[in-house]
């Protein structure tokens, strides 16, 4: 998956390590056929999409040891769902994405100008 690229059509940066993000765990939102929830926008969490999310039934903040996930708290990146993304950006919760390390898939749904009004790098 090493040649996957970024929204910018470049090759997919690197998101998080610490904590691992991505749905395969490698830093990276790369996906596959696996990934059914299409984790590929890379973004920085924030108070305000923590609870936006939580409120849709999916809580990132709370730890889940079994599944090694350390619970997100504001600033941490993260590879989101591009679909809660969008979910987010319509209710005005969308966190803040780091392009360089969104997927080329997230244009499937969010438009790329849509992503460099909220992108961080």
């Known amino acids: 998956m090493a040649d996957q690229k970024n929204v ?3 090759q997919l940066g690197v998101c998080c390590t610490a904590p691992m993000t ?5 830093g990276t939102c790369e996906t596959g056929p696996q990934d059914v929830g299409t984790h590929v926008v890379c973004a920085e969490v924030t108070e ?3 609870e936006f999310t939580k409120s ?3 809580d990132l903040s709370t730890p889940v040891p079994m599944a090694n996930f350390p619970g997100l708290k504001p600033g941490d990146k ?3 769902c591009v679909s809660r993304w969008k979910e987010a950006l319509d209710s005005g919760a969308a966190p803040p994405v780091i392009l360089s390390a969104t997927h080329e898939a997230a ?3 969010v438009p790329l ?3 460099k009004e909220h992108a961080i790098d």
């Open 56 to 58: 849709r039934g999916n």
């Open 48 to 50: 305000e999409f923590l």
């Open 78 to 80: 993260w590879c989101l």
């Open 113 to 115: 100008d849509v992503l």
């Open 107 to 109: 244009l499937e749904v």
């Open 8 to 10: 910018l059509g470049k």
């Open 22 to 26: 991505g749905f395969y765990r490698t």
